[in-house]
């Protein structure tokens, strides 16, 4: 393993494209056979397999149905977390592939099968050249990232990230060809947080509103109000999204009703933006609700926080990958307000997220889409970039 000092770059390359073919069966395997949420039972007894076939000892039933390795290296160092996530989407596939889920109303419409498969790809390259490593990689293969119950919160509450040093996640990105890589500075997602509002009122007649107190024209009334709290309270610098997604009241048109609810997410990219979008959400609200005479119930609940990279890992990180690729990485200011439930992790440990280009040429393809076809080349590239860093960060 001399080839790990003199020419790090090449010796991985190899040790990847060796097991490639592997890494794109597993791949078909678990696309074929989605599993959803918590319920990664089968793909989670897959991992397992294939980690023990490497001579690991995975710990499974973390964070449910969760599965954790450690690659011990030969010198003492810090500790390094890979992350990938392996639950599918409640989505009917279209896609017509020969290795399509077989599974009606589920599928890997967001690449998770592809992310598994690479990180065991990065395993069996890490396990090679871990005599060669001052520290340790642990491997978290998490269910439940599409769901608001977070799998990556249940992994921490079982103590996945206790006596971690860093920590590292990837996703792969169809709006780039296969073989680029990008990063986020800052944020890489927002916060996911979602609300649930009933307006209370009095039912009567719609002749003789008088008689009533309208819940329909007050939760209009805060609707609109909540819009300032974008527009006229946030820091643009900050920025974040409010949207009302859900409204629902009354049963027929002659008829005030007793009560109109409403829902709908917040999105924030920092911790104080958060924190400032929850405390004005509610003062309207409540304030709003008192001055049309009716009641507002809230239910704000927070779900996973914004996803915070490191800024010194993003350098080396970017350094690092330009020289495994040849090619520059984008380094861009974040812009997504999607959510990512490894966030539990980065609130915790120094991280960084990378994104793994996986567009097929002459597809313009989207993550939770039916018919996502990402090009397969980024299984290795993920697996390669992964293994590149771990050598980066434990050198």
């Keep these: 393993m001399s080839d790990l000092v003199n020419d790090p770059d090449r010796l991985i390359e190899h040790l990847i494209r060796d ?21 990664t039972v089968r793909t989670a007894g897959i991992v397992a397999v294939e980690l023990t076939s490497l001579g690991l000892t995975p710990q499974t039933g973390i964070g449910r149905t969760g599965v954790v390795a450690e690659i011990n290296g030969g010198r003492p160092g810090p500790c390094l977390i890979l992350r990938a996530d392996m639950d599918a989407l409640p989505i009917h596939e279209e896609t017509g592939l020969p290795y399509a ?11 998770h099968d592809l992310h598994t498969s690479a990180l065991l790809g990065a395993a069996k390259a ?21 769901t608001q119950e977070s799998g990556a919160a249940a992994m921490v509450a079982d103590g996945a990230a206790d006596g971690v040093d860093l920590a590292i996640a990837f996703h792969n990105r169809p709006e780039h060809p296969a073989g680029t890589v990008s990063l986020n500075r800052g944020a890489s997602t927002a916060s996911s947080d979602e609300f649930r509002v009933v307006i209370h ?8 509103p008088h008689a009533a107190i309208d819940p329909i024209v007050a939760a209009a009334h805060i609707i609109t109000q909540l ?35 409403f829902e709908g997410t917040v999105r924030c990219r920092s911790p104080r933006s958060r924190d400032l979008a929850e405390a ?20 704000y609940v927070r779900g996973a926080p914004p996803l915070m990279n490191d800024d010194a890992m993003i350098d080396r990180t970017a350094a690092v990958l ?9 380094v861009e ?5 999607g959510a990512e439930d490894f966030s539990y992790f980065s609130e915790r440990i120094p991280s960084v997220q990378i994104f793994i280009g996986s567009g097929q040429p002459g597809r313009d393809d989207r993550v939770h889409n039916s018919d996502y076809q990402p090009d397969e080349a980024c299984i290795a590239q993920s697996a390669i970039a992964l293994t590149r860093m771990a050598v980066e960060f434990l050198s």
Excluded at 21 to 33: F, G, S, T, V
Excluded at 333 to 337: E, M, R
Aim: hydrophobic share 45%.
């Design 201 to 208: 009122g009095k039912s009567g007649h719609a002749a003789r």
């Design 333 to 337: 200011a974040g812009s997504s307000f």
């Design 101 to 111: 889920s077989t599974i009606p109303g589920r599928m890997h419409a967001c690449g």
């Design 280 to 299: 004005s959400f509610r003062r309207i609200c409540t304030g709003a609700a008192l001055s049309l005479n009716v009641r507002a119930e809230v239910e």
């Design 322 to 330: 330009a020289l495994q690729f040849g090619a520059p990485v984008i």
């Design 19 to 39: 097991v490639e073919p592997r890494l794109i069966e597993i791949r078909r395997d678990l696309h074929a056979h989605p599993e959803v949420g918590f319920d």
């Design 126 to 146: 890490l396990v090679r050249i871990a005599p060669q490593l001052a520290g340790s990689v642990r491997l978290i293969f998490q269910p439940a990232e599409e």
């Design 227 to 261: 819009q300032t709290v974008i527009s006229r309270e946030m820091d643009p610098a900050l920025s974040a999204v409010l949207t009302v997604g859900h409204i629902a009241g009354g049963a027929t048109q002659n008829i005030i009703p007793d009560s109109c609810m």
